[in-house]
């Protein structure tokens, strides 16, 4: 069996005569991915401009490591005990995310059976040039090589169904629940393959029995998957004493917490489809400018003209055609099941399956290439430059946020050392052992950089300094973590009940922010430093 399936993955793409050896296309997969990945994110993964939750987890202690397990991202601890260690090195969890995301690539070529090389070159801007990759690496860099080998996990897991039957399925059950337990958003990834695979066949004049019973078949192995995740999450919270959160957004749990959910399920549905939608078409999405706005559009338009011609078509029957609208309708639904189950907003981290909708896109242009003749061909012209014309702009976005982040970070570090030799100089500071506290936030850091204002859409780029609020415990803990980690000084912060006291005490209130006179001073033992008079932004 082991034989067998060595095989089947360093077979060609297909089993055509046209068919590539597989080594060759493991390098050509790796060629592009490092050569999109390094023109995208380079910069990324070049500078330490660390700030928000990576202040936390730079060094991953026992309270991020508990953390991961409440969230049931167990199979994370696991990954940087074995793989990478604890620290947050951007370089090397770059590349590790790349060799991730190449692998991922070489199952999704083969997959839907990409023979082109200017196809697979596309295909991997796809997986490596979009918002959800510039998004981790700018602001959670600690969490990238993690989720992208939860990628890799659901390609495993789509490939082995499609290519060894219900064996492969029985396989891909444990991929499913392995990426699942890393971060469980890129279950949809599975889904969303899936489906195209599906879909493709159909193009291809497969049978509606056929393709409608490996559809099912893909349907198990997500369920089986899930139902032996489920199973090791509260087998790992019962031998570790670990509580499961229900409480955050981000949560999987919270998916059978049906006591916090304010919606019903059509209303969740709806949800999913406008969130789906708002990511390409609204102007306050993460796609930024109108250029990429116009763009969707430009896309849209030739996806709806692809498939009415696939409509039209004569070489595929009327049952088949109905299936095809059917998977094309669900295609949302399905990159964006996260919604559904967590029954509350998904963020850009969680969306990295929407981005698949550009490998429809390319699919389509293939079938028309192949099918339409010189009209065809020139319909898959365009649909490739629009594609490319979009990872361009994304190229460019991703390294305009690393900029951002590299300023904000000498903004925040000038501004924290000036305050730290306030600190100093006060009398009867000894440190490391006076207890500090901050209040407020500085309004030094509120305003956005001049010129990089629409880059606060992005997901952990809205804010303005790498020391974020999100809640009172959050927001000292960061504090500590950013004195620790990139002060490298003894401060010792005040503890949360302490903290939330003071945030609200009328002297503290009634401090001037810094750096006027008086911005600093003892309150109850505890040395107060107001930082401005408002107490948080949106993170």
Not at 74 to 100: E, K
Not at 120 to 143: C, D, M
Not at 236 to 245: F, G, S, V
Not at 469 to 487: E, H, M, P, S, W
Request: charged fraction near 15%; include cysteine; glycine fraction near 8%.
């Amino acid at each position: 069996m082991i034989q067998t399936i060595k095989r089947g993955f360093l077979a060609g793409w297909d089993d055509g005569p046209d068919a590539l050896p597989g080594r060759k296309l493991l390098c050509w997969c790796l060629l592009f991915t490092f050569g999109w990945g390094l023109l995208a994110h380079a910069y990324g993964f070049l500078h330490d401009s660390f700030s928000h939750d990576v202040l936390n987890a730079l060094v991953a202690d026992n309270v991020e490591t508990y953390w991961k397990m409440q969230l049931g991202r167990f199979s994370a601890v696991l990954y940087r005990r074995i793989i990478r260690g604890p620290v947050t090195m951007p370089w090397l969890l770059g590349l590790l995310a790349l060799l991730w995301t190449a692998l991922a690539l070489f199952l999704t070529a083969k997959l839907l059976r990409i023979r082109s090389k200017g196809l697979l070159a596309l295909t991997a801007g796809v997986l490596v040039a979009n918002i959800s990759f510039i998004a981790l690496t700018a602001t959670y860099i600690y969490e990238l090589d993690i989720d992208l080998l939860a990628l890799l996990g659901a390609a495993a897991a789509a490939f082995l169904w499609a290519r060894y039957g219900w064996l492969g399925s029985a396989l891909g059950t444990l991929f499913i629940a392995g990426s699942l337990s890393l971060y469980q958003s890129y279950l949809c990834v599975a889904v969303v393959l899936i489906m195209l695979v599906c879909i493709q066949e159909l193009l291809d004049g497969r049978r509606f029995g056929a393709v409608f019973g490996r559809g099912l078949r893909g349907v198990g192995m997500i369920g089986v998957g899930g139902g032996i995740y489920y199973a090791l999450l509260r087998l790992m919270a019962r031998l570790k004493d670990i509580p499961l959160d229900t409480g955050s957004y981000n949560s999987v749990y919270t998916a059978l917490d049906a006591s916090g959910k304010s919606e019903t399920l059509l209303e969740a549905i709806g949800a999913a489809y406008s969130d789906w939608a708002a990511s390409f078409f609204d102007p306050n999405a993460a796609f930024l400018t109108v250029g990429m706005q116009r763009l969707h559009i430009a896309m849209a338009v030739l996806l709806a003209a692809l498939l009415v011609a696939v409509l039209l078509s004569k070489s595929i029957r009327p049952a088949e055609k109905a299936l095809l609208t059917v998977l094309v309708l669900l295609l949302p639904l399905g990159s964006n099941a996260t919604r559904i189950l967590s029954g509350r907003a998904v963020h850009d981290l969680m969306k990295y399956a929407f981005w698949l909708v550009y490998l429809f896109l390319l699919l389509l242009g293939r079938w028309a290439k192949e099918r339409l003749n010189k009209p065809g061909r020139a319909v898959n012209a365009v649909a490739l430059l629009l594609v490319a014309l979009l990872l361009w702009q994304n190229v460019q976005t991703a390294n305009a946020c690393y900029v951002k982040k590299d300023l904000e970070q000498d903004a925040a570090l000038s501004l924290m050392t000036r305050v730290v030799n306030r600190i100093e100089q006060t009398e009867g500071y000894v440190p490391g052992e006076t207890e500090l506290c901050f209040v407020g936030v500085s309004d030094q850091l509120l305003p956005s950089i001049c010129g990089f204002e629409q880059y606060r859409r992005i997901t952990g780029l809205t804010g303005s300094s790498p020391i974020i609020t999100a809640d009172a415990d959050y927001y000292y803990n960061v504090y500590g973590a950013y004195f620790k980690y990139i002060l490298n000084n003894p401060g010792r912060m005040v503890g949360h009940k302490t903290w939330s006291a003071l945030q609200l005490d009328e002297r503290a209130l009634a401090m001037p922010a810094f750096p006027a006179a008086g911005c600093i001073r003892e309150i109850d033992g505890v040395l107060v430093v107001k930082m401005g008079e408002q107490f948080e932004w949106e993170s």
